[in-house]
């Protein structure tokens, strides 16, 4: 499974507390945070429940029971951000880019990101596609209760339509 977390805007909340929970300030808004995971073909396989923006994706994925459906075997491609090697279940795999730790990248540290980045498109362009709906684009807080709901449904739909390796596969042949 690839793996991301997309966030959405969100009305600013009347309360303190709660303009602090939902403040995303690697985004800058206001905004609710979800885990998407894709397989390898782009469909989306996995959607946790919106998380408020000020919660890092380490903690989301700490929290959001995804861990407990892989098994022994499987292997996870994400980010850099997803630093969740001590969290995972026995036998089963994360998949990063690699840290620069020196001037340059080794030339298997560079195949080993391209490989990796090449994977990790479909869950980026599965994420643009889930936020095309126009419900999307700002939650109103009268109706937080039920934004889980919402993005859950949009995700749904997102696997309706046409399957995102084709829509890869007839944009790369524009590109020739």
Same mark, same amino acid.
């Given at each position: 499974?690839?793996?991301?977390? =997309?966030?959405?805007?969100?009305? +600013?909340?009347?309360?303190?507390?709660?303009? %602090?929970?939902v403040? $995303?300030?690697?985004?800058?808004?206001?905004?609710?945070?979800?885990?998407?995971?894709?397989?390898?073909?782009?469909?989306? =396989? !996995?959607? $946790?429940?919106? !998380?408020?923006?000020?919660?890092?994706?380490?903690?989301?994925?700490?929290?959001?029971?995804?861990?407990?459906?892989?098994?022994?075997?499987?292997? +996870?491609?994400?980010?850099?951000?997803?630093?969740?090697?001590?969290?995972?279940?026995?036998?089963?795999?994360?998949?990063?880019?690699?840290?620069?730790?020196?001037?340059?990248? =080794?030339?298997?540290?560079?195949?080993?990101?391209?490989?990796?980045?090449?994977?990790?498109?479909?869950?980026?362009?599965a %994420?643009?596609? +889930?936020?095309? !709906?126009?419900?999307?684009?700002? +939650?109103?807080? %009268?109706?937080?209760?039920?934004?889980?709901?919402?993005?859950?449904?949009?995700?749904?739909?997102?696997?309706?339509?046409?399957p995102?390796? %084709?829509?890869?596969?007839?944009?790369?042949?524009?590109?020739?």
């Amino acid at each position: 499974m690839i793996i991301d977390c =997309t966030e959405i805007r969100v009305e +600013i909340p009347d309360s303190m507390r709660h303009k %602090n929970l939902v403040h $995303s300030s690697y985004k800058g808004f206001s905004s609710a945070k979800s885990l998407v995971g894709v397989a390898p073909n782009g469909t989306i =396989t !996995y959607v $946790s429940d919106l !998380y408020p923006g000020s919660n890092s994706d380490k903690t989301i994925v700490g929290e959001c029971g995804l861990l407990n459906i892989f098994e022994p075997g499987d292997l +996870i491609l994400a980010d850099k951000g997803f630093l969740i090697h001590d969290m995972l279940p026995p036998g089963v795999s994360l998949n990063i880019p690699p840290f620069k730790r020196t001037a340059q990248f =080794t030339a298997a540290q560079v195949r080993a990101t391209s490989t990796i980045a090449r994977a990790r498109i479909h869950v980026e362009r599965a %994420n643009a596609r +889930i936020k095309e !709906y126009q419900i999307l684009e700002c +939650i109103p807080v %009268n109706m937080f209760h039920y934004s889980t709901e919402i993005f859950q449904t949009c995700c749904a739909l997102t696997n309706l339509k046409t399957p995102l390796i %084709n829509e890869v596969e007839d944009e790369m042949r524009l590109w020739k």
